[in-house]
């Protein structure tokens, strides 16, 4: 478990002193996958940083199964850190060292011996399925094989713990999408944890099973992705998912569904249903539809599967009597999370 | 000197002297100034060993002797030669200023190569627990490497240069060699294949150093 309790980091530059985070509080269970999102500059990585004590605290207090990280001597620290794997977006490889050799670089720090070394290299090489790489140097890779030598060479000395610093900001969206699987798997199957900061809800939505969200340094909200992402508390994370799930309707769709319904003298509404749970596999449109004398057209619909549960967000137009529509949307209101109404006629 | 095989037999003399010179001095510096690069880098690492004053005393210092001209240097350092050496002239004397005058160059070239080396592989060095001399030794000398070497050729060169120079207070040495037969008594054509022997020996130095370099770079 690692723990944070009112945590201040900061930097003293000649610009005055930067305070990158601020007062935060939260932990981290064993073996989950746990992610940090939130703005460029937000403190992300410093945060993460001082869990490897490679960041100094102002204040406050890190602990890692209970030994505390910021009260350890220079010697402790750096057993502690051969405990803890990193990995970063720039994979950040020793270029003058084979696959093989940054692979068995932390087994030689942590004074391992030689034949202990090429087993477990081996070893590793097949967990990552680099084996036919073995004897490659860095440059002749390609990010996704340089992103699994990082992470061979992070779990190289049986690492209980894996801090990930955007590791697929780097990699295009196939590559990510298999890294992501890699690291999920390897939680499992090692029952290792993960603190994985990235700024891409993306990733977060793949793998990880609770979510802190940080902005300007401090912590803002965290929770259980699902209940972060469906139902954000904070203004600064509802801001933040709305960029996920954004979409404006093209102004000319707008004008069309304008004109016809003001010829045809109908009234019309344009409304945004969020869905969660249950409900976002039933067929609510269709049976409402059916219910009222309205015409709901779909605009535009996501629907995705976070930890496994829908929800979605979507935009119809409902257009008939003004009657009759209230009435539809009244009854999709009792059946979403949600009903936002973005236009109407006037 | 009108008989050749004196003067090729005063010449291969003259080219050991040089040797030596070179040589040693180019072994000392490097060491010294390896380690004085790295105090230098090291000073302004926030992880390794930061320390804003002890990084302005040696860029002070070593500024100080860079800004040196080496014919300046060489005789306000001589006296000193008697105290290490033994002695103000010929060979070993010039051993003393050549080193210093050589770290203070082979310093700044070596921090610059170890600045080169990508910070974040330093960071991750760190996160793996590596302290500051496995630092030093596993991650900034290879990955320095190639630069380093071709820092060494440069640097190789310049004592060339410096020794020749110290031939005019009786160094020896190819430069003392040129100076007191070529300069001194009108001999041209000595000078002449002094001039080649040189270029012939900076071309060698600069193709091996190229070649050892692209050899150590694996990027
Ligand atoms: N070594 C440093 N010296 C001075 N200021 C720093 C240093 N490292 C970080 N900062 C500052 O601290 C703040 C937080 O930086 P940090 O790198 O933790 O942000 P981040 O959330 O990881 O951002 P990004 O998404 O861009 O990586 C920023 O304002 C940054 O400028
Ligand atoms: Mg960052």
New binding site residues.
């Given amino acids: 478990m690692i723990s944070f309790r009112n945590v201040d ?1 900061k ?3 000649d610009k005055g002193v ?1 305070h ?2 601020r007062n935060v509080s939260f932990t981290i269970e064993k073996e989950s996958v746990f992610g940090v999102i ?12 001082t869990i490897n004590g490679l ?1 100094k605290l102002a204040s406050g207090e890190v602990a890692v199964d209970g030994n505390i990280v910021n009260r350890l001597s220079s010697r402790q620290l750096r057993e502690h850190r051969e405990r803890i794997g990193m990995i970063f977006q720039h994979f950040n490889l020793i270029a003058s060292r084979t696959v093989a050799q940054n692979i068995a670089y932390p087994l030689k720090i942590a004074e391992k011996g030689r034949a202990f070394i090429e087993t477990r290299v081996d070893e590793l090489l097949k967990l990552v399925d680099l084996e036919d790489k073995k004897h490659a140097y860095p440059a002749k890779l390609s990010g996704g094989q340089k992103q699994r030598v990082g992470i061979a060479r992070a779990l190289a000395n049986h690492t209980k713990i894996l801090l990930c ?2 590791p697929t900001s780097a990699l295009d969206s196939e590559t990510t999408r298999v890294i992501l699987q890699l690291l999920r798997q390897l939680s499992q199957e090692l029952g290792i944890t993960i603190v994985i ?1 990235t ?1 891409e809800l993306d990733v977060v939505s793949a793998i990880c099973d609770k979510v802190a969200v ?1 902005s300007e ?1 401090r912590l803002v909200e965290t929770g259980s992705i699902y209940d972060v992402f469906t139902s954000p508390r904070e203004e600064y994370t509802k801001k933040l998912l709305d960029t996920r799930y954004d979409f404006s309707i093209p102004e000319e769709i707008l004008e069309k569904i304008r004109r016809v319904n003001t010829e045809q003298g109908r009234y019309w509404k344009i409304v945004r249903l969020d869905y969660i749970g249950e409900g976002a596999n039933e067929p609510v449109i269709s049976r409402a539809s059916k219910r009222f004398d309205t015409e709901i057209d779909v605009i535009h619909g996501k629907i995705e599967y976070i930890q496994g549960k829908p929800y979605g967000r979507m935009y119809v137009s409902v257009c008939g009597e003004r009657t009759e529509t209230e009435k539809t949307l009244a009854c999709l209101a009792g059946q979403v999370r949600s009903i936002e109404t973005l236009y109407e006629a006037s | 000197m009108s008989n050749r095989f004196s003067f090729v037999n005063a010449l291969r003399g003259a080219l050991l002297e040089t040797a030596y010179m070179v040589s040693l001095s180019l072994v000392i510096s490097i060491v010294l100034g390896t380690l004085l690069g790295y105090c230098l880098y090291a000073t302004s690492n ?1 992880y390794l060993m930061p320390n804003r004053y002890a990084n302005s005393i040696i860029g002070f210092t070593v500024n100080m002797v860079r800004s040196m001209p080496f014919i300046i240097l060489l005789v306000a350092v001589l006296p000193l030669s008697k105290v290490v050496a033994g002695t103000m002239v010929g060979p070993k004397a010039i051993i003393l200023p050549l080193v210093i005058s050589s770290t203070a160059f082979f310093s700044r070239l070596s921090e610059s190569a170890f600045r080169g080396v990508n910070k974040g592989v330093v960071e991750y060095a760190l996160s793996a627990g590596a302290n500051n001399a496995q630092i030093f030794f596993t991650i900034l000398l290879p990955e320095a490497g190639s630069t380093l070497i071709s820092a060494v050729t440069v640097a190789t060169i310049a004592l060339l240069g410096s020794s020749a120079m110290a031939g005019t207070v009786g160094g020896g040495g190819v430069g003392h060699f040129a100076i007191s037969y070529g300069y001194e008594r009108f001999q041209t054509r000595i000078l002449l294949v002094c001039i080649a022997v040189l270029a012939i020996i900076v071309q060698v130095i600069q193709f091996i150093g190229d070649l050892a370099a692209r050899r150590a770079d694996k990027s």
């Fill in positions: 980091v930097f003293e530059t930067v990158a985070v939130g703005a460029s500059g937000a403190g992300k990585s410093t945060l993460l940083r960041e610093d955007e900061i700024h940080m340094g | 926030r």
